[in-house]
């Protein structure tokens, strides 16, 4: 069975810090796809990135950025230099290969506030 | 560019109405999927259509059915509402021919059962 744990329920950080948000999966599958969404306060899901199992490259987009470690079974998610805009809650999912109807698997996710 | 469109966006219903929540994709998706959202719990799935004219029970199908009524719309029943069933409902579609693309997301709908 796939399943995907943030273990961080909520984080509270001041503005301009960084913050690292945890993602741990477990799957059986040897090819799967990653991904982290964001839910602002209005409450939209906003899809930010996807990863590969078979691509193990981190990403960086920004003041975002990725490390997928398959050893630990890892994706985590680092915002540098934290603004309030990026207040909201962080789910991280999982998916695996079939072809058909491409089910995801959601973390608990991860309330993030940036305090001014 | 609509994208996921869900309607209504609130709802309050006593226990035992019954209701239809509607979702249309303007993305010429094969695949759609119904999530609920409580807290703690992250996004469970309840019903999906892989493609036109096919259901599947997701993990929390009890209580729900579904209407693939046609490529772009994917209609979520609720028979018989109980309080249980309060919970935000989102709609999501995808590309079902490549199997890492994103799914994508409606604005969710806001259903209170009294």
């Known amino acids: 069975a796939q399943k995907v744990t943030q273990a961080q329920t909520e984080i509270s950080v001041v503005e301009k810090e960084d913050v690292t948000l945890d993602c741990v999966y477990e799957t059986r599958d040897t090819t799967y796809y990653l991904f982290w969404y964001k839910q602002p306060p209005s409450g939209e899901l906003v899809f930010l990135i996807r990863?590969?199992?078979?691509?193990?490259q981190n990403e960086i987009s920004g003041r975002y950025s990725w490390n997928f470690q398959k050893s630990t079974s890892s994706f985590n998610f680092t915002i540098t230099a934290s603004q309030v805009v990026d207040s909201a809650v962080y789910f991280c999912?999982?998916?695996?290969?079939?072809?058909?109807?491409?089910?995801?698997?959601f973390g608990q996710g991860t309330r993030l506030t940036i305090n001014p | 560019n609509a994208g996921v469109t869900q309607t209504p966006k609130f709802q309050v219903l006593k226990t035992g109405q019954s209701m239809t929540l509607q979702c249309a994709q303007d993305m010429n998706h094969n695949s759609m999927y119904w999530y609920r959202q409580d807290p703690g719990m992250g996004l469970r799935l309840i019903y999906y259509?892989?493609?036109?004219?096919?259901?599947d029970k997701g993990e929390v199908p009890n209580g729900y059915n579904v209407s693939r009524l046609n490529k772009r719309e994917f209609s979520l029943r609720l028979e018989s509402a109980a309080p249980s069933q309060t919970s935000v409902y989102f709609c999501?579609?995808?590309?079902?021919?490549?199997?890492?693309?994103?799914?994508?997301f409606g604005d969710g709908t806001r259903l209170s059962i009294l």
């Open positions: 999912a999982l998916r695996g290969p079939f072809q058909g109807a491409q089910k995801l698997v």
């Open positions: 990863r590969n199992s078979f691509d193990e």
């Open positions: 259509s892989a493609s036109e004219g096919t259901t």
């Open positions: 999501a579609s995808s590309e079902m021919a490549v199997s890492n693309q994103p799914q994508h």
